[in-house]
């Protein structure tokens, strides 16, 4: 059995963490040893590795935060044995097996796409909630975002559609263009300083209600431009890595709000009825192949070091998956 331990953090995420023996302990009546399927590297995670995340595990500390695995061993009760379930949220996911509490195991279809699934507890998450969160948004309605060929621009793309609303997607090279269109992006735009123009231009009286922005900088300022009066821009990343720009005309001659999202806050926040229901839906969709994303490649956890500096990569298009 291994598990990727990172001792220390650095600006070399992949120089932090390696591939580490153990042996599981005896499992307690409400516990359950569960095998890895896939667990995905997301881009927090090498913040996580690199210090810049903003909230930090205590060290040691086991990589990985989301990911599905088959329950291989008992307890006690529980789950069936061969059964594919969820791992739970923030508990060291790269590692070839896990030990659970039964209780926190959250049973998905064994004939959906494991590996799909596998990527369902952020990403599609964040992109469900910022659309549904902050504005009413109708069928017909525009919606803007930069970083459109992240992982949860994908998904917002799909899951705007499911909706019927119409995407406005932007990007930051020309060579990302192909494979947002590939989503089902209604409009992709590389981002620039004729962007609020263009969106006037494509969208008439409609223009977004809603922006999303994961960029920060000067990008967040040209996304607040493109919004209708009175509209409202979300914030849930700093790709860029300098803070939101939005200038004194968007707020105050347009009343343009900007907010910021943080999953781990929201969980920490809403009821459990309210988690199971988006869960539920979006496993649904998952299941359905309504939503799903690209993989991009898949490593095993011995060779955690090579997974972790193909994620930090830029210029990939798709996740990068630690499988056991």
Same mark, same amino acid.
């Given at each position: @059995?291994l598990?990727?331990? #990172? ?5 070399v ?13 005896? &499992? ?24 810049? #995340? ?10 990985g ?13 529980g ?15 790269? $590692?070839?097996? @896990?030990?659970?509490k039964?209780?926190? &195991? ?10 799909? &699934? ?11 909630? @910022? ?39 932007v990007?930051?090279?020309?060579s ?5 269109? $590939?989503?089902? $992006? ?12 263009q969106?006037?231009?494509?969208t ?7 922006g999303?922005?994961?960029v ?12 209708? @009066? ?27 709000? &900007? ?47 090579q997974?972790?500096a ?15």
């Amino acid at each position: @059995m291994l598990k990727a331990q #990172y001792n220390e953090r650095g600006p070399v995420p992949q120089k932090s963490i390696t591939a580490v023996e153990f042996e599981a302990p005896a &499992l307690a009546n409400d516990e359950a040893l569960v095998e890895l399927i896939a667990s995905p590297i997301n881009p927090s995670d090498v913040l996580t590795l690199t210090g810049e #995340y903003g909230i930090l595990p205590p060290l040691p500390a086991i990589g990985g935060n989301e990911g599905v695995g088959k329950i291989v061993k008992l307890g006690g009760k529980g789950p069936a044995i061969g059964q594919t379930v969820l791992l739970p949220a923030g508990s060291g996911t790269w $590692a070839t097996h @896990m030990v659970c509490k039964t209780a926190q &195991l959250i049973p998905v279809p064994n004939e959906a796409d494991p590996k799909q &699934l596998a990527m369902m507890t952020i990403n599609p998450p964040t992109a469900l909630l @910022m659309l549904e969160e902050f504005v009413d948004l109708k069928p017909g309605d525009w919606v803007i975002q930069n970083a459109a060929n992240s992982g949860v621009g994908s998904y917002l793309i799909q899951l705007a559609k499911i909706k019927g609303l119409k995407t406005i997607n932007v990007v930051r090279r020309e060579s990302a263009v192909e494979g947002v269109k $590939a989503q089902g $992006a209604d409009v992709v735009l590389v981002d620039g300083p004729k962007l609020a123009k263009q969106v006037a231009e494509l969208t008439g009286d409609n223009q977004p209600k809603l922006g999303i922005d994961a960029v920060g900088g000067s990008s967040t300022d040209r996304v607040a431009a493109s919004l209708a @009066m009175g509209g409202t821009l979300v914030n849930y990343g700093l790709m860029s890595g300098e803070p939101c720009q939005v200038s004194a005309s968007s707020f105050v001659f347009r009343d343009v709000t &900007l907010k910021g999202f943080w999953l781990a806050r929201w969980f920490r926040n809403a009821a459990p009825e309210k988690q199971k229901a988006v869960f539920g839906q979006i496993i649904q969709y998952v299941a359905e192949g309504k939503l799903q994303t690209k993989i991009h490649a898949e490593y095993p956890v011995s060779e955690i070091k090579q997974a972790v500096a193909a994620a930090a990569e830029g210029g990939r298009e798709g996740k990068i998956l630690v499988v056991a």
